[in-house]
């Protein structure tokens, strides 16, 4: 039953991604005279600048869940919310990021976090990665065993919706690789 309402779940995510594929593609049509050099985060490059930055804020707000820093999760996605503003069909992502920062509670951070996740997890899946692997990871026991997904750099699970409560609750769903 699990299963069916992950799929079901993953689906809909994939439906209400801030971008779909053919619009993105187009954007990075345009875009690749302007793009600028950006650091990869742990390995992971995209062809277009501007998905290089907003996976960099989201694995900074990423990381602030996982470290339980509420200010810093506030300030990670305050730059995200700006970022996603400014890359087009992302503007309801970027609502969901100013949630996160309007919030001062971890708990209710880590709620939207969810949302977040979906809809930048299928943004993701149809970016164009340059080098590196991106790994979705779910938690079943998040949202109250709703579970959440997230995306992270490296394998090893580090649990944004728990931290240290329950670090490495989680698995490996899916790999996100260069072709």
Request: proline letters at 2%; one cysteine or more.
């Amino acid at each position: 039953m699990q299963i069916k309402k992950y799929l079901g779940i993953s689906a809909v995510a994939v439906l209400m991604a801030c971008n779909n594929a053919t619009d993105q593609k187009a954007e990075t049509k345009d875009s690749t005279a302007k793009q600028v050099e950006t650091v990869a985060v742990s390995g992971v490059s995209f062809k277009e600048a501007k998905l290089q930055s907003i996976y960099a804020s989201y694995i900074n707000l990423k990381d602030a869940l996982v470290a339980a820093k509420p200010t810093e999760a506030q300030t990670a996605a305050k730059t995200l919310a700006t970022e996603l503003k400014n890359y087009s069909g992302c503007e309801n992502t970027a609502l969901i990021a100013q949630k996160i920062e309007a919030s001062k509670d971890l708990v209710g951070q880590r709620k939207e976090f969810t949302a977040l996740s979906s809809d930048v997890i299928a943004m993701f899946k149809h970016a164009d990665l340059n080098s590196g692997t991106i790994f979705v990871q779910h938690c079943p026991m998040a949202n109250k065993g709703d579970g959440g997904d997230w995306l992270s750099s490296e394998k090893k699970i580090q649990n944004p919706y728990y931290g240290s409560e329950m670090m490495e609750c989680g698995a490996v769903v899916e790999e996100i690789k260069a072709k």
